[in-house]
């Protein structure tokens, strides 16, 4: 019977020293809101002229403690059983209603109202958890290579500077006091982003001059988030491709004009640069502010393609060009057959005479025809007609030369001339014919190589002009590096590690 007595003994020692408590709690707060009137509407001041000092600090984990001193909530720890801390709903007490004002979603209502702590020296602590949305400029210049300034503004829309004087908060550190000037980041609730990454992350409470102190906008306490972006992700997908895309519009020079496909290679990379045009829009926001860089190159090489592509029809219209049609005059010659290729180290098969290993060119004809007619003026027409012939008769060939007329005899002359008369004019014209024909080719094969030149001096002008834009154009965002100190003139890291000690 002793066991079951004892445990009804502890049960009701602890039933009785709870009802105590609750009871001690509830009078407390009967003492601090109904017998001493309090009234959340007023000021936690003793005079009108004073001000309540709040204190503020952010957390990366959707948090903002704000703390404060109201005397009304003090009371003797000893005469209410010993209790140090009360926590009380949020309605109850007179806060301070500190907003975002920067905010992007247009409420400045927090998304839990959790009760506020109150010690028994009145000084009031509450945490509440909220999603803050900023809305803050957002610079795309240098887009893939750009970091950002993004602000939190928090001040007070209902009281002034006169009423509530905003501070960080102070916290303490082997019996000295610093503030804490940076947005405390919290190792268990914060997860990296995989896009952005934080560089600097100070606060600071700012006055405006020009505001006066009886409004609003005196002051606020304003927390920076100085982000940059990660840019492996775009250089991946977007940068490479289309680097080598554009790179690629130089083998257009190396394609032989009758081939055919010069052009069509160079409207091919031109359709692909425009369809990573339309990615690369789809990925920023849509603003007329400035042209991120990536941007800025696809429209350069979409601009130098463009050339390409109307010097590609210039050099097929000069390599389809003939005799017939246009004159190819002796300056064009000396600079495009002479000059260029000379300073181009373009090589030139040799006209003296084929070197080893080299293709025997087409000789003249003018020799064969020489000969020709040499051999008409040494054998009769009959020998002409009929010495093959003889020759498959089986007859033997002729070894005596053709009919020598005497010299004496004109009309022997006479008629010989006669006789050879048609087959030299036939020889003549074959002559002829054979000479303008080579001198036709000899100038449409000018015409080759002086598409040729052009096409050998286009590619000398557009690869160092397509190296040195993407290498300018990349470069600045390779530069554009976020400053080493969060402000301006300020030496100060706002960081963890330097702390300023009051």
Not at 378 to 400: C, N, V
């Amino acid at each position: 019977m002793e066991g079951p007595a004892l445990i009804l003994a502890l049960l009701a020692t602890l039933f009785v020293s709870s009802s105590w408590g609750l009871n001690e709690e509830e009078r407390l707060i009967r003492h601090l809101f109904e017998e001493r009137g309090y009234d959340k509407e007023l000021r936690p001041v003793a005079h009108k002229e004073d001000s309540v000092h709040i204190t503020l600090a952010l957390t990366l984990s959707n948090l903002i403690s704000l703390g404060w001193t109201d005397s009304r909530l003090q009371w003797n720890a000893s005469e209410f059983g010993n209790i140090s801390v009360l926590r009380l709903p949020p309605d109850m007490v007179w806060v301070p209603e500190i907003v975002l004002e920067n905010n992007n979603d247009g409420s400045f209502q927090i998304s839990y109202s959790c009760n506020v702590l109150v010690d028994d020296t009145g000084y009031v602590y509450w945490l509440p958890p909220a999603i803050f949305r900023s809305s803050c400029p957002i610079s795309v210049t240098y887009f893939p290579f750009d970091w950002q300034n993004c602000s939190l503004k928090f001040s007070s829309l209902k009281y002034t500077a006169k009423e509530i004087t905003l501070s960080l908060k102070q916290e303490k550190e082997d019996n000295h006091t610093y503030l804490v000037e940076w947005i405390i980041i919290d190792p268990e609730g914060f997860t990296e982003n995989g896009e952005w990454e934080i560089v600097h992350r100070p606060a600071r409470v700012n006055m405006d001059p020009s505001a006066p102190p009886d409004s609003t906008s005196h002051q606020d306490v304003t927390f920076y988030l100085i982000i940059r972006r990660k840019p492996l992700f775009y250089i991946i997908n977007i940068l490479v491709p289309c680097v080598l895309i554009s790179f690629m519009i130089n083998l257009v020079f190396y394609l032989p004009a009758d081939s055919g496909e010069k052009t069509s290679v160079a409207i091919s990379v031109l359709l692909a640069q425009s369809v990573f045009l339309l990615l690369i829009s789809k990925r920023l926001p849509a603003t007329s502010m400035a042209i991120p860089l990536i941007g800025k190159f696809l429209l350069f090489g979409m601009v130098l393609v463009a050339m390409v592509v109307v010097i590609c029809v210039i050099v097929l219209n000069i390599h389809f060009r003939t005799p017939s049609t246009h004159v190819l005059t002796e300056g064009v010659k000396k600079l495009f057959l002479d000059t260029l290729p000379r300073l181009l180290h373009m090589s030139r098969p040799a006209e003296e005479g084929p070197s080893p290993g080299a293709l025997i060119r087409r000789s003249s004809s003018l020799g064969y025809i020489s000969k020709a007619e040499e051999y008409f003026s040494l054998k009769s027409r009959s020998d002409l007609m009929f010495e093959k012939q003889s020759e498959r008769h089986g007859l033997a060939r002729r070894l005596t030369t053709a009919r020598q007329p005497p010299a004496s005899s004109e009309q022997a002359q006479q008629e010989l001339f006669n006789e050879l008369k048609p087959a030299v004019d036939g020889a003549n014209f074959i002559v002829n014919h054979m000479r303008d024909q080579n001198n036709y080719n000899e100038e449409k094969d000018s015409w080759n190589q002086v598409a040729r030149t052009v096409d050998r001096l286009c590619l000398f002008v557009v690869t160092p002009i397509m190296v040195v834009g993407t290498a300018w154009i990349f470069l600045q965002g390779v530069y554009n590096q976020p400053p080493p100190q969060p402000f301006p003139g300020d030496p100060f890291s706002y960081k963890e590690k330097d702390k300023r000690f009051i």
